[in-house]
């Protein structure tokens, strides 16, 4: 369904009837080795008193995807909203491609393209106008804005929709229209602010191979995400948000090998022995263990040495292992580690599952 629009990525503004585009909707030539460079931004919503962004600071290399994560509230969607101009930070810089989004912002706004959380597309027009609306919002040429816009039809299999109003487009077509929206204009930069929500497993896997073809042909992508195999996948980097701060940065790889090299994952016959189980086994983990009703998960290096060491004392306390599993860890567990509460994905705005909790 998507998949054509990879082949998309690798053209430029000349094909089709490009070259009859007004002059001014040529993007401006980009050269500089940091797509975005934030320092110290600091963003307080009056209502609530509600410090979203408390001295955040940021430096996204051109030509990559780099991750955002972090659980609700944490200030993801407020820092893509300064960093593309709809907002404006109290303190702090930003700049991108070497553009000051404060100063100058319509110079930003001609190098990025923007995917929110929710379709922002009019749900009045035809999913053709929407599209051939933002070509000629983006100053395309009325000919290259209604090529592009059936391209993009095309290509995320909305063809057969395009002369219907938005509002009988599914979540999911609505989902694809506004991604198709994001790529009117070709930007070098793109903001994805949870791009696969709404989309059906197919689609999901068709837009990583997407995005994938954009960055290797140069694209940078800042993608915000609740699925943490899509930040595994995709992203070079990655930053964790928490309460307005970043409190981990780093390559996937290093923050899962920041935690250990096993996950030790128990269940218990009886729930009422997990504190004795943690209280046996705490030394074992730098971190603290992990606990969801009679299951318990710690992070060790030298896993198997150490399972045969957690054995041995719940065996010898008359603790019993109803099962155990062994794993690498992913990047659900770092961000549980970091945050304290699983991912949006797995549970909605709660800070621990219900039944569980953090160890000691």
């Given at each position: 369904?998507?998949?054509?629009?990879?082949?998309?990525?690798?053209?430029?503004?000349?094909?089709?009837?490009?070259?009859?585009?007004?002059p001014?909707?040529?993007?401006?030539?980009?050269s500089?080795?940091?797509?975005?460079?934030?320092?110290?931004?600091?963003?307080?919503?009056?209502?609530?008193?509600v410090?979203?962004?408390d001295?955040?600071?940021?430096?996204?290399p051109?030509?990559e995807?780099y991750?955002?994560?972090?659980?609700?509230?944490?200030?993801k969607t407020?820092?893509?909203?300064?960093?593309?101009?709809?907002?404006?930070?109290?303190?702090?810089?930003?700049?991108?491609?070497?553009?000051?989004?404060?100063?100058?912002?319509?110079q930003v706004?001609?190098?990025?393209?923007?995917?929110?959380?929710?379709?922002?597309?009019d749900?009045n027009?035809?999913?053709?106008?929407?599209?051939?609306?933002?070509?000629?919002?983006?100053?395309?040429s009325?000919e290259?804005?209604?090529?592009?816009?059936?391209?993009?039809?095309?290509l995320?299999?909305?063809?057969d929709?395009a002369?219907?109003p938005?509002?009988?487009?599914?979540?999911?077509?609505?989902?694809r229209?506004?991604?198709?929206?994001?790529?009117?204009?070709?930007?070098?930069?793109?903001?994805?602010?949870?791009?696969?929500?709404?989309?059906?497993?197919?689609?999901?896997?068709?837009?990583?191979?997407?995005?994938?073809?954009?960055?290797?042909?140069?694209?940078?992508?800042l993608?915000?995400?609740?699925?943490?195999?899509?930040?595994?996948?995709?992203?070079?980097e990655l930053?964790?948000?928490?309460?307005?701060?970043?409190?981990?940065?780093?390559?996937?790889?290093?923050?899962k090998?920041g935690l250990?090299?096993?996950v030790?994952?128990?269940?218990?016959?009886?729930?009422?022995?997990?504190?004795?189980?943690?209280?046996l086994?705490?030394?074992?983990?730098?971190?603290?263990a992990?606990?969801?009703?009679?299951?318990?998960?710690?992070t060790?290096?030298h896993?198997?040495?150490?399972?045969?060491?957690?054995?041995?004392?719940?065996d010898?306390?008359?603790v019993?292992?109803?099962?155990i599993?062994?794993?690498?860890?992913?990047?659900?567990?770092?961000f549980?580690?970091?945050?304290?509460?699983?991912?949006?994905?797995?549970?909605?705005?709660?800070?621990?599952?219900?039944g569980?909790?953090?160890?000691?």
């Amino acid at each position: 369904m998507l998949r054509g629009v990879a082949r998309d990525a690798r053209r430029g503004h000349g094909d089709g009837p490009a070259a009859t585009a007004h002059p001014t909707a040529r993007v401006p030539a980009v050269s500089a080795d940091l797509a975005v460079d934030a320092a110290d931004l600091v963003k307080v919503f009056p209502k609530g008193n509600v410090r979203a962004l408390d001295g955040v600071s940021l430096r996204v290399p051109a030509g990559e995807c780099y991750g955002l994560l972090g659980p609700n509230g944490a200030g993801k969607t407020t820092l893509v909203r300064i960093l593309s101009t709809i907002l404006t930070p109290d303190s702090g810089s930003a700049s991108v491609f070497g553009l000051d989004v404060k100063r100058q912002g319509h110079q930003v706004r001609l190098l990025i393209g923007l995917a929110g959380q929710y379709a922002t597309v009019d749900e009045n027009l035809t999913g053709s106008e929407n599209l051939k609306m933002i070509g000629r919002l983006c100053r395309l040429s009325r000919e290259h804005a209604k090529w592009r816009a059936g391209e993009l039809l095309e290509l995320f299999g909305l063809s057969d929709a395009a002369t219907r109003p938005v509002k009988t487009y599914s979540g999911g077509m609505r989902r694809r229209l506004d991604l198709a929206a994001s790529l009117v204009a070709k930007p070098p930069l793109l903001f994805l602010d949870e791009p696969t929500s709404g989309l059906d497993p197919q689609s999901r896997q068709d837009l990583f191979g997407v995005i994938e073809q954009l960055v290797d042909d140069g694209t940078t992508i800042l993608l915000t995400t609740q699925y943490l195999e899509e930040a595994d996948r995709l992203c070079k980097e990655l930053v964790v948000v928490d309460h307005g701060h970043i409190i981990a940065e780093g390559t996937p790889e290093d923050l899962k090998a920041g935690l250990g090299e096993t996950v030790i994952a128990l269940t218990l016959a009886s729930e009422s022995e997990v504190p004795t189980a943690e209280r046996l086994l705490a030394d074992l983990a730098e971190h603290d263990a992990v606990v969801e009703g009679s299951s318990l998960e710690l992070t060790v290096d030298h896993g198997p040495a150490k399972t045969a060491e957690a054995l041995r004392r719940l065996d010898a306390a008359g603790v019993i292992v109803a099962g155990i599993v062994l794993r690498e860890p992913s990047l659900d567990d770092v961000f549980l580690s970091l945050t304290g509460r699983k991912t949006e994905a797995e549970v909605d705005e709660a800070p621990v599952p219900a039944g569980g909790r953090r160890g000691r």
